[in-house]
């Protein structure tokens, strides 16, 4: 794998090295040791699968609020996304930040997103398939999120959000 850096820190982008032979590819997504040498953790506690009907689908920024906050490795396996994140993490010199990679089924790429970042993507085609690792399971009660177009984080969407949910509308301003 190899894990490049993003402006925000903690964030990688990771890249797959596939082995190829006459059936195809075997490639690693994800070695506990790889990313514990670089300060990362992420014991799996719960995989999560998105599937999105259309293009232009916008899901989040969502996040769990502490002590419940949750790292994710992101991939696309299926179509494409624009995933996004913005670090609000009130110490963090990159506090209300964001940064955005494209992740499709093709480049395999993925996303790591340490605890205390709002996550978010919008799909670039139809059928589109997201899958997360996640360290922490779902607490209803430490769900929280931030909008999508909140002027806080100026967000550039590559296209005009065709289809999100009422909740995400709803989000009030961000108070930094």
């Known amino acids: 794998m190899i894990f490049t850096e993003t402006p925000l820190e903690g964030v990688f982008v990771i890249d797959v090295e596939p082995h190829e032979d006459e059936r195809g590819s075997f490639a690693r997504t994800f070695c506990s040791t790889e990313f514990a040498s670089r300060g990362l953790s992420l014991p799996v506690s719960q995989c999560n699968v998105s599937y999105n009907t259309l293009r232009g689908t916008l899901r989040g920024m969502h996040y769990q609020a502490e002590p419940h906050g949750e790292a994710k490795l992101v991939r696309c396996t299926s179509g494409s996304i624009f995933d996004v994140v913005v670090d609000l993490r009130p110490r963090s ?26 996550h978010g993507f919008q799909t670039l085609a139809d059928e589109s398939e997201v899958f997360y690792l996640m360290s922490a399971p779902y607490v209803p009660d430490a769900f929280r999120g931030v909008r999508f177009d909140d002027p806080a984080f100026g967000i550039s969407w590559p296209e005009p959000a065709r289809v999100v949910s009422a909740r995400d509308l709803d989000y009030a301003d961000f108070q930094p």
Request: with cysteine.
């Open 93 to 118: 010199q990159t506090y209300c930040r964001w940064f955005a990679a494209e992740l499709t089924a093709r480049n395999r790429r993925m996303l790591y997103v340490p605890s205390g970042l709002a």
